[in-house]
Structures are given as structure tokens and as C-alpha cells.
């Protein structure tokens, strides 16, 4: 994509999230973020490119990095052109992104904005003096800053705890994207297929409902029991974890989980099957695990389609989309979730920064769910907006 074609996406992002603008707006009034340096460590695409300027329009110096395997550079290039100081660069090798998250703490932000923990694990393996809070979007952040609550004594506020988040972005949009995800790659279709969702919250739900309307025959598997009954009661298939492998001609995994799917699987899977993550950290697939073992013989990798295939001793074959990262975000033109889901999400996230920065949230509010009075004020302004 030419930097002519990104900063156009970019612009049709950015008129078309309302809700967003309106906030941009006020923010340049109250300038909420005056005197602050605001770090994020977020998918840079176009989508964020206009919640980092919305933070910009408060008053706030953004220092940005990316996720592994999601940066689009073009969308760095329109940031840096517009005063954003972004230290990223399109990677799937974790010690490149390690030292851009460094880089990001290095200039001792007074606000995080995360993305499954990376910022403020690494803060409280070497805290500095001076940070405030801030926010974590995702459920794999919140579980991962979960255990170190004493020590970052601290406001964090959890985006993907709120309910709007949950309905809004993870089981609609979600669910949508990675439809639109596996269409895209593949060109494959879903009718008659049979496929098993590993996870059955909010994004499982989404997903689990989009192939179902597909005309996909879908399977549920969840270590959760009370999950597992709730998508019985939804209508699907609940097999046991074997057999869901075994007949499974698609499997998504969407757990936020590690080692879902590893070599140990290989021989429950069927010939042809499709293996996609939709989970933030790309550890749901062992990808390593299961392309070194010994019974892979062969590998072929369909350039520029984000698929791997594994030719198995037996004569099977395994394709795996994206190298197991985040589906939605990995791969050929790469368009995540809808605009208007992120605008929801990412009006939560300018909120509830707003709410940090301006003294409202105290330590106790340490890996906390949105404050309800957000959600309700969120929820009102998109109506008001979109009606």
C-alpha cells in the first residue's frame, strides 16, 4: 500500500468515527493531556493512527511503538509526519519489538496505553519515577498484570473488562474480521465446513456466530464448563477436545491463552485443516512447535497469502494462516475490526486516559474494569452521534 493510498484509509478512518472526532474536539478545547507524555504500545494501523491523534488534539506528547507483526509502516510514516514520535517497525522477531518497547519507556511517559502488558511488565521490571497509570486493552494484558497488582500500585484501567468493549468490538467485530480474515486469505469457502472455535468469550461467540452464519456446521471447545454449557445452549456442537479436532476442517483459536494447538495435536488433526488465531499473543498455535516436529517433511509457504502448509510422513497436510499471529491484523492487507467498533473502543480508551491524567482513578483502581460512568457516557454519545 503507497503512502497515497494509506493516508487516504486514513482519512476515511478518521471521518468516519464520529465519535472520536467529537472527543478530538473537545479535547482540543480542554486539553485534558497538557504537559503529558502519553506512551502506547498498540497495533499501529490506521485506526490507531486516529486515537493517537486524538490524544495529540488533548494536549498530550505521544510516543508510540507497535504489536508484533501488525505495524503498517506506511501508517508510521503519516504518525511521524504529524509530530507522533513512533519507534516501530514491521517484525515478528521479539527482541526487535523488545528494544521498541524500550525505546518507548525510555522517554519515562507519564501515561501507558497497552496492549497485553508489554509496557507495564517491562516498567515494573525497571520502574522510573513519574508515571501516573494509564490503560490496558486487552484480556491478555489483564491477566498477565493481574500478579504484579502490588507492585505497580497504580490506576489501570482494563478497556476489553468493559461491557461495551465486549459487545461492541470483541463479539461483533471480532467475530466479523475474522470471517472477513479467513475469506481474504484464502478464498475458500465456509459452506458445509466444520469448523471449532477454541474459546467460547465474547471474540469465540463472534466468531462462532459468523462462520454458523456462513452455513458452516461449528463446534465449540472451552475449558470452562459453564462456557462449554452457554454454547451448548447457543446451539452449537460441544465435542470433546479430540474429537473437535478430529473433524474439524478450520480450527480458531480464541482464548488468550498459550500451546492451544502444539505437535502433541498433530495426530488428531484431519488432512487439510486450517489452523488461524484470533487471540492477541501469537502462542495459541505452537507454529515452531509443530513445524519442527519430526512429523513434518515438508513445508511450503504461499508468498504474499499469509499461509503455510505442512506436508506431514503420512501424506497429510496442515496450512497455517499468518504464522499464527493475530489473523485480523497479520497477512496481505491486513484491516482488523470495523470502524465503527474501534471508535467505541477507542473513545473508551481516550475516556478513561482523560480519567487518569486528570487525578480521578487512585491506586486501588490497579487492573480495574472502565469505570461505569464511562461505559454509560460512551454508550450515550455513540447513540446520540449515529442515530
Known amino acids: ?38 506512551g502506547t504500545g498498540i497495533h499501529l494501523e490506521p485506526k490507531t493512527a486516529a486515537l493517537l491523534l486524538t490524544l495529540r488534539a488533548g494536549g498530550a506528547r505521544v510516543v508510540a511503538t507497535g504489536n508484533l507483526s501488525s505495524t503498517q509502516p506506511t501508517t508510521v510514516d503519516y504518525l511521524r509526519d504529524r509530530h507522533i514520535d513512533v519507534f516501530a517497525e514491521t517484525t515478528t522477531d521479539a527482541a526487535t519489538h523488545d528494544a521498541s518497547l524500550s525505546r518507548v519507556l525510555a522517554e519515562r511517559p507519564d501515561l501507558l496505553l497497552d496492549n497485553g502488558g508489554d509496557l507495564f511488565a517491562r516498567f515494573e521490571d525497571a520502574p522510573y519515577p513519574g508515571l501516573i497509570g494509564g490503560t490496558e486493552e486487552t484480556t491478555s494484558g489483564r491477566m498477565r498484570l493481574e500478579p504484579m497488582r502490588d507492585r505497580l500500585a497504580m490506576p489501570i484501567l482494563v478497556i476489553n473488562d468493559s461491557p461495551i468493549k465486549q459487545f461492541a468490538e470483541n463479539k461483533h467485530a471480532v467475530g466479523q474480521s475474522i470471517f472477513e480474515s479467513y475469506m481474504r486469505l484464502t478464498n475458500r469457502s465456509t459452506n458445509g465446513k466444520r469448523v471449532t472455535v477454541f474459546g467460547y468469550g465474547a471474540c469465540g461467540q463472534g466468531v462462532a456466530a459468523c462462520f454458523r452464519s456462513a452455513y458452516s456446521t461449528v463446534s465449540v471447545v472451552d475449558v470452562d464448563p459453564v462456557a462449554t454449557l452457554a454454547a451448548h445452549f447457543d446451539g452449537y456442537a460441544t465435542p470433546q477436545r479430540r474429537d473437535a479436532l478430529r473433524t474439524a476442517d478450520l480450527i480458531v483459536t480464541e482464548t488468550g491463552g498459550v500451546d492451544v494447538i502444539t ?11 486450517i489452523l488461524m488465531n484470533g487471540g492477541h499473543f501469537p502462542t495459541e498455535i505452537a507454529v515452531s512447535n509443530i513445524a519442527t516436529s519430526d512429523a513434518v517433511t515438508g513445508r511450503e509457504r504461499y508468498q504474499g497469502e499469509g499461509i503455510e502448509s505442512l506436508r506431514l510422513a503420512d501424506g497429510r497436510v496442515v496450512h497455517i494462516l499468518t504464522d499464527g499471529n493475530m489473523a485480523n491484523l497479520a497477512g496481505p492487507r491486513a484491516l482488523g475490526n470495523s470502524i465503527e467498533s474501534m471508535d467505541i473502543g477507542f473513545a473508551l480508551q481516550a475516556r478513561c486516559l482523560e480519567h487518569v491524567a486528570l487525578g480521578k482513578a487512585s491506586a486501588a483502581d490497579c487492573v480495574v474494569p472502565v469505570p461505569a460512568d464511562i461505559d454509560a457516557r460512551v454508550a450515550q454519545d455513540y447513540l446520540a452521534l449515529n442515530r
Open 1 to 38: 500500500m503507497d503512502s497515497q493510498e494509506t493516508k487516504s484509509r486514513i482519512n476515511w478512518v478518521r471521518s468516519s468515527g464520529r465519535l472520536l472526532n467529537a472527543i478530538a474536539d473537545e479535547f482540543g478545547r480542554s486539553r485534558p493531556f497538557r504537559d503529558v507524555t502519553i
Open 263 to 273: 505437535a502433541d495435536d498433530i495426530d488428531d488433526l484431519k488432512d487439510g485443516v
